[in-house]
């Protein structure tokens, strides 16, 4: 018998994160150990009249095709990837896993090498989802893996993670509404605003949004999610940030990073761990050294970091900074192979000033 609140999520997913209509190409991409979740969902697709595509893989088919793989074979686009990002409606993302560590010991250059080929469809990805052409969202499917890595059993991770979703109410879309509407109260009151200065024990940094439109992260993209962001403009962050949480990408954990900004661009970075992965990342290309994006987590339900990201983020009570490819729909002009967030605690002796006015104190918005 399939879990309710699965059947939920899949319900949300398709009819309210990606609304998809009778026609809709869409893809589904996965782990082949997230099934139950991709059943439900192909189901959902079907019923709401479009066309699901499946793609499953593994963590040893994937390290595989790394580890094994000379560079004409690293920088090869596969057509289907092609037209995944550029000629489908929508993509429904299940993040799944059984060794969160898979890709660790990967030659980080390899990686490298991978991304920097796949530049062209993240820019595709991002314009055609900016317009809306390309409707996409992502979720995790909760494994032992994840649970472990959040110091949680996996039923005490299933219910932490279904309730960040709201999937385990009678009604999870209008839970996902009243999110909207709480968070566009004050992006309103961002409107036209130009400066935002973030002081405290773990920053002090100063950055323009002069322009710029912040977003309303109320679950169309990621799910869960709980955020406000935007890019900033380009060349305007001057300051420094020390990163509370650990960065985790491609199975390496970058722990204690330290960012110094002048003129929008990362001219120092360390970190007490795996400091020479996060060098590599932000020596990908020119844009990987830019902010693309700056951000609020807003989601109160999520108390305690994950180590997954898709959770980690939306911590309510934290702000987080991209480096890398910038949100066109926000005004951000950043091109790079790379969109990489790092998060900071602000519950004690931080705050966020927005044109010489205190938006945001210990953790709690002030407007």
Request: aromatic share 10%; proline share 3%; hydrophobic share 40%.
């Amino acid at each position: 018998m399939v879990d309710s609140r699965i059947e939920k999520l899949a319900d949300v997913l398709v009819n309210y994160s990606v609304k998809v209509k009778p026609g809709d190409w869409i893809f589904v991409m996965g782990n082949y150990i997230s099934e139950p979740l991709v059943v439900e969902v192909v189901k959902q697709i079907l019923r709401a009249g479009g066309h699901p595509n499946t793609l499953l893989s593994s963590d040893l088919v994937s390290a595989t095709n790394l580890r094994e793989s000379r560079e004409e074979q690293l920088k090869w686009i596969s057509p289907i990837d092609e037209m995944i990002y550029t000629k489908a409606d929508g993509m429904i993302a299940i993040s799944s896993t059984q060794n969160t560590r898979s890709l660790s010991n990967i030659d980080p250059e390899k990686q490298q090498i991978a991304q920097f080929a796949r530049r062209h469809l993240m820019e595709s990805y991002m314009t055609r989802s900016a317009s809306k052409e390309f409707r996409w969202v992502m979720t995790q499917y909760p494994t032992q893996a994840y649970a472990q890595e959040a110091d949680m059993g996996l039923k005490e991770f299933e219910d932490f993670v279904y309730s960040t979703m709201f999937v385990d109410k009678d009604d999870p879309v209008k839970e996902w509404y009243a999110v909207h509407d709480e968070q566009q109260r004050l992006i309103d009151w961002l409107v036209g605003k130009k400066e935002v200065v973030v002081h405290g024990a773990n920053a002090d940094l100063k950055l323009s949004i002069a322009s710029r439109t912040f977003i309303n992260a109320d679950g169309e993209h990621n799910m869960p999610s709980g955020e406000i962001f935007t890019s900033p403009i380009e060349d305007s962050a001057n300051g420094w940030v020390y990163f509370t949480y650990p960065a985790i990408r491609a199975g390496r954990e970058v722990e204690g990073v330290r960012l110094e900004f002048k003129e929008g661009k990362v001219v120092k970075a360390t970190a007490e761990k795996n400091e020479e992965y996060l060098l590599s990342q932000l020596d990908i290309d020119e844009g990987a050294r830019f902010l693309g994006e700056f951000a609020i987590g807003t989601n109160y339900g999520i108390k305690k970091f994950t180590k997954s990201i898709l959770y980690d983020e939306k911590i309510g009570g934290s702000f987080h900074m991209a480096i890398g490819s910038g949100f066109p729909e926000a005004g951000g002009e950043n091109n790079s192979a790379v969109h990489w967030d790092f998060i900071c605690d602000a519950r004690e002796d931080s705050e966020i000033l927005v044109d010489g006015e205190l938006f945001y104190k210990d953790g709690k918005f002030q407007v």
